[in-house]
C-alpha cells in the first residue's frame, strides 16, 4: 500500500485471562456499558466479534474470550488481535491459565493491558495481583514497569471507561493503518453452516473494503458475498479495516483463523481447487513442525534457527533444572532453544496450540499429555517427548541438535 492511502484503523482486542476470572462478565459489561445503538426490539445479533465507542473512538472486541481460541487463529497464521487484555480476578491471583496466556501473547508479540478484575470481592488484593505478575514480567507502572492495571469490576461496571481508555492510548501509541480503498482482506473469526442461511462466516475485515457482489476466498472456500450484517444486526453494503461482519455467500465453510480475501471470481475458484488438492497431499505427506527425529536435517536445510521448547513438569524446581540445562544448550550452536513457555502440570491442549502457533516441541518431565492433548498433537503434528531422568532429555535435545540422536 502507498503510505499516502493509509489511514487509521481501530484497534482490535482479545480477553484473556484465567477460567472464571471474569472474562465473559467484563465483555457484557463493556458491550452493556459501551455500545451506543440500541438494537430495534432489543434483538442483540450475536457474531462473535463488536465495536464500542469511547469519547468517539471505536475499539473492536472479539467475543472468543480465552488464549485457546486466540491461538488456534495464530496457528493457522492469523494475526488479528493488536492488544489482549489479560483478566485477573482481584481476590484468586495469578493462575495457570493466567500464565499461559501471558506467554501466547508474550509469544504473538501483542501488547497486555491488565484488568484487575472483582474489586468489589471482599478479599480482593490488588497490591498481590501486581506482585504475582510482576513475578511475571509484567510490572505496573506504578511500580516503576510499563504494564498499564486498570482496577475493574465487571458486576458493578466500574473501572471500564478507564479500561477503554488505556486500550485507547496504547492503540494511539501503535499508529494502526490500513487502506480502505483497497480490495478486502479479513481473517475468518468463527463460520457455521446455517440450516436456511448456508455457510455464515464472521470475517474480521483487516485492510481494504468487503462490498456486496465481491468474489472472496478464504482458506479452501470460496464465493461471492451475498449479504452481510453487522455487529448490531443491521444489513450493511461494505465494510472497511476493522470491522466485523457477519458474510453470507461461501459455497463452503471456511475454518476459523483463515485468511479472506476479495480477488476476481477466476482467481477465487482456481485457488480454492489449488489448496484443496494441496491439502489433501498434505495431509498424506509428512509434517513441516519441529521435531526431534529431523531437527537436524531442519537445521541443515535453513528452516529453523530457534529451537521453541515448551516444558511441562510435575514441580517447579524440575523446570527450572531443565530450563537452565537446556539454554546451556545454547554455547556454540547454530541453532538456540528458545523456551516459549514453561508450566508445572499435565501437558494439556493449550500446550500443544501454542506449540502449533510457536512451532515448537513438548517437553515433559514426570508428566504426561492428558487425553485431549494427545489427540490435538496427533492432528496438529507436534512432538511430544517425556522423560523421567532430566539427564536422558537435555541429551536427547543435544543429539537432535548435533544430528547424533540415536
Ligand atoms: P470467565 O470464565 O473468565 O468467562 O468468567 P465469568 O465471566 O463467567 O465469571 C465467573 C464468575 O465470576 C461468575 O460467577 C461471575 O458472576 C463472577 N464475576 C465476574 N466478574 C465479577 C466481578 O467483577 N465481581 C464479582 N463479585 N464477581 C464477578
Ligand atoms: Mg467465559
Redesign the pocket.
Given at each position: 500500500d502507498d503510505p499516502a492511502d493509509l489511514v487509521p484503523r481501530s484497534p482490535v482486542v482479545t480477553v484473556m485471562?484465567?477460567?472464571?476470572?471474569?472474562?465473559?462478565?467484563?465483555l457484557d459489561a463493556i458491550r452493556k456499558t459501551h455500545v451506543t445503538t440500541q438494537e430495534a426490539g432489543g434483538i442483540t445479533q450475536h457474531i462473535g466479534a463488536y465495536q464500542v465507542v469511547n469519547q468517539g473512538r471505536k475499539i473492536v472486541f472479539l467475543d472468543t474470550?480465552g488464549h485457546e481460541a486466540f491461538t488456534a487463529m495464530r496457528a493457522r497464521g492469523a494475526q488479528v488481535t493488536d492488544i489482549a487484555i489479560l483478566?485477573v480476578a482481584a481476590d484468586d491471583g495469578v493462575m495457570p491459565q493466567t500464565i499461559e496466556a501471558i506467554n501466547h501473547a508474550k509469544s504473538a508479540k501483542v501488547p497486555i493491558i491488565v484488568a484487575v478484575?472483582?474489586?468489589?470481592?471482599e478479599g480482593a488484593n490488588p497490591d498481590r495481583v501486581k506482585q504475582q505478575l510482576s513475578d511475571h514480567g509484567l510490572v505496573p507502572e506504578d511500580w516503576g514497569g510499563d504494564t498499564i492495571m486498570v482496577p475493574?469490576?465487571?458486576?458493578?461496571k466500574t473501572g471500564i471507561t478507564e479500561l477503554l481508555e488505556m486500550i485507547g492510548l496504547i492503540a494511539e501509541m501503535q499508529e494502526l493503518k490500513a487502506n480502505p480503498n483497497r480490495s478486502a482482506q479479513g481473517t475468518i473469526v468463527e463460520a457455521q453452516l446455517d440450516k436456511g442461511r448456508g455457510p455464515v462466516a464472521t470475517v474480521l475485515i483487516q485492510n481494504g473494503t468487503l462490498q456486496i457482489g465481491d468474489s472472496i476466498i478464504a482458506g479452501t472456500a470460496y464465493g461471492k458475498v451475498r449479504a452481510m450484517v453487522n455487529d448490531r444486526g443491521e444489513k450493511v453494503k461494505k465494510a472497511g479495516p476493522s470491522t466485523p461482519v457477519e458474510v453470507l455467500g461461501l459455497a463452503d465453510v471456511p475454518a476459523a483463523g483463515d485468511v479472506l480475501l476479495a480477488v476476481d471470481e477466476k482467481t477465487a475458484r482456481a485457488v480454492a481447487e489449488k489448496r484443496i488438492a494441496k491439502k489433501r497431499t498434505e495431509e498424506m505427506a509428512h509434517s513441516q513442525k519441529v521435531s526431534l527425529d529431523d531437527l537436524f536435517k531442519q537445521i541443515q536445510e535453513g528452516n529453523i534457527k530457534d529451537l521453541n521448547i515448551v516444558v511441562k513438569a510435575d514441580v517447579q524446581g524440575s523446570i527450572e533444572a531443565l530450563r537452565q540445562a537446556l539454554l546451556n544448550l545454547n554455547n556454540n550452536k547454530e541453532v538456540r532453544v528458545n523456551i516459549v513457555h514453561a508450566g508445572v502440570g499435565a501437558i494439556n491442549e493449550s500446550d500443544v496450540m501454542l506449540s502449533s502457533a510457536a512451532n515448537a516441541l513438548i517437553i515433559g518431565f514426570n508428566v504426561r499429555p492428558d487425553a485431549n492433548a494427545r489427540k490435538l498433537a496427533e492432528t496438529e503434528k507436534i512432538d511430544i517427548r517425556t522423560y523421567r531422568v532430566i539427564y536422558e532429555a537435555i541429551n536427547d535435545v543435544e543429539a537432535a541438535m548435533t544430528g547424533m540422536l540415536a
Open positions: 485471562g484465567h477460567v472464571d476470572h471474569g472474562k465473559t462478565s467484563l474470550p483478566v478484575n472483582k474489586m468489589d470481592r475493574v469490576s465487571a458486576h458493578k
